[in-house]
């Protein structure tokens, strides 16, 4: 089945990209959800529509992220954590946590899926600072600090 993606599908592809799905897939979940439709002849000729779309959404997206970047770099985010007397949480950092903070900070939809813990891996179990980068868009990256502190 010939499908047209209606939204972007991480990991799968973009607004008005033309994919060949298996029929369960397409008729079960990409067209209930409305997140694809029917590759007709007439959908086909909205494809460029949709392509002009997308290409306005990403620069409005990424005049966005470059805004964000000066804010991000020079944040640092505080998380007060029970932790032993030997530095380490009883409860790690996670990466939705750190997101919804910058949300708020920044004052615009950061993803957890955008924040890189590096070295960390996918929690924060010490306490200390730790820099941390985050993708506002693709390809423009921020790093910034957060601190965590014992209760």
Excluded: C, W
Excluded at 61 to 72: F, Q, S
Excluded at 82 to 90: E, N, P, V
Excluded at 130 to 145: D, G, N, Q, R, S
Aim: net charge positive.
């Amino acid at each position: 089945m010939k499908i047209i993606l209606l939204q972007n599908i991480k990991g799968y592809g973009q607004i008005g990209d033309v994919k060949n799905v298996s029929d369960g897939y397409g008729k079960n979940y990409l067209l209930p959800r409305k997140m694809a439709k029917l590759a007709t002849d007439g959908a086909l000729n909205e494809v460029s529509a949709l392509k002009k779309k997308l290409e306005a959404t990403l620069k409005m997206e990424k005049e966005k992220a470059l805004e964000a970047v000066g804010r991000v770099r020079d944040l640092v985010l505080e998380f007060t954590k029970k932790a032993s007397k030997a530095g380490k949480l009883y409860s790690s950092l996670t990466k939705e946590e750190v997101a919804q903070e910058l949300s708020k900070a920044v004052g615009a939809k950061v993803e957890a899926d955008s924040v890189d813990f590096k070295e960390h891996g996918e929690h924060i179990k010490k306490l200390g600072e730790h820099m941390i980068e985050v993708e506002l868009a693709p390809e423009i990256k921020a790093e910034f600090k957060v601190s965590i502190k014992s209760e």
